[in-house]
């Protein structure tokens, strides 16, 4: 066979014009995204749901058990008691809360029940786009806690979305307070932390 005929029957490996565009054109896209800073799903890592679901589980749970013993062992018995656990510093009773977080705004009931229903939704809907595992801990807590005193509020007594939340946690010169209110301020505040430190929900770090 002559050099010319195997010439002609070897296919032409070289990529076509519409090809060669294509890659050039991914290769760019490439480019600008590592100058630009910017990571892809793969690079970040997995969602942090799971991490979110966890958190928000065991700060929930916690809550709920810890209420369930200060109604038996605190509010049921007549008369009531008060636990002192650092003298007068710090004790354990029980008192019925119808405000928001440490009995803000008791006139609010119903209010306060409609935004910490809100909060929950913002926070699910928020879960699907995390790929930072401290934004996941903070909103994990933030989720716990609502769930804590939403579930007070709808079946507590006097009645639907108007319970009393129980406290029981009272720190002397403080507002009583419970863990649900304990782990929505630290969920707040790392929130507030990774803003300063420019860390985004997605993993991503900004500087201004």
């Given at each position: 066979?002559?050099?010319?005929?195997?010439?002609?029957e070897?296919?032409?490996?070289?990529?076509?014009?519409?090809?060669?565009d294509?890659?050039?054109?991914?290769?760019?896209?490439?480019?600008?995204?590592?100058?630009?800073?910017?990571?892809?799903?793969?690079?970040?890592?997995?969602?942090?749901?799971?991490?979110?679901?966890?958190?928000?589980?065991?700060?929930?749970?916690?809550?709920?058990?810890?209420?369930?013993?200060?109604?038996?062992?605190?509010?049921?018995?007549?008369?009531?008691?008060?636990?002192?656990?650092?003298?007068?510093?710090?004790?354990?009773?029980?008192?019925r809360?119808?405000?928001?977080?440490?009995?803000?705004?008791?006139?609010?009931?119903?209010?306060?029940?409609?935004?910490?229903?809100?909060?929950?939704?913002?926070?699910?809907?928020?879960?699907?786009?995390?790929?930072?595992?401290?934004?996941?801990?903070?909103?994990?807590?933030?989720?716990?806690?609502?769930?804590?005193?939403?579930?007070?509020?709808?079946?507590?007594?006097?009645?639907?979305?108007?319970?009393?939340?129980?406290?029981?946690?009272?720190?002397?010169?403080?507002?009583?307070?419970?863990?649900?209110?304990?782990?929505?301020?630290?969920?707040?505040?790392?929130?507030?932390?990774?803003?300063?430190?420019?860390l985004?929900?997605?993993?991503?770090?900004?500087?201004?």
């Open positions: 066979m002559s050099e010319a005929e195997r010439i002609i070897t296919p032409d490996e070289r990529p076509t014009a519409e090809e060669s294509k890659s050039g054109e991914s290769v760019v896209d490439e480019v600008e995204s590592a100058e630009e800073g910017e990571e892809s799903p793969a690079d970040r890592g997995r969602r942090r749901i799971g991490v979110v679901a966890c958190v928000a589980a065991f700060a929930y749970a916690l809550d709920l058990i810890t209420k369930i013993l200060a109604v038996e062992y605190l509010e049921n018995p007549t008369p009531p008691r008060t636990i002192e656990v650092i003298g007068e510093w710090l004790r354990f009773e029980a008192v809360n119808a405000g928001a977080a440490f009995g803000i705004g008791s006139a609010f009931t119903i209010v306060f029940t409609c935004i910490a229903a809100a909060v929950i939704v913002v926070i699910i809907r928020l879960a699907r786009r995390l790929y930072s595992t401290p934004w996941a801990i903070a909103l994990g807590l933030l989720l716990g806690g609502a769930l804590g005193n939403l579930t007070d509020r709808i079946f507590r007594s006097p009645g639907a979305l108007q319970g009393h939340v129980v406290d029981f946690i009272a720190p002397q010169n403080f507002a009583v307070f419970n863990l649900a209110d304990s782990a929505i301020v630290c969920g707040g505040f790392l929130i507030v932390l990774l803003s300063f430190r420019g985004d929900p997605d993993g991503s770090v900004h500087r201004d």
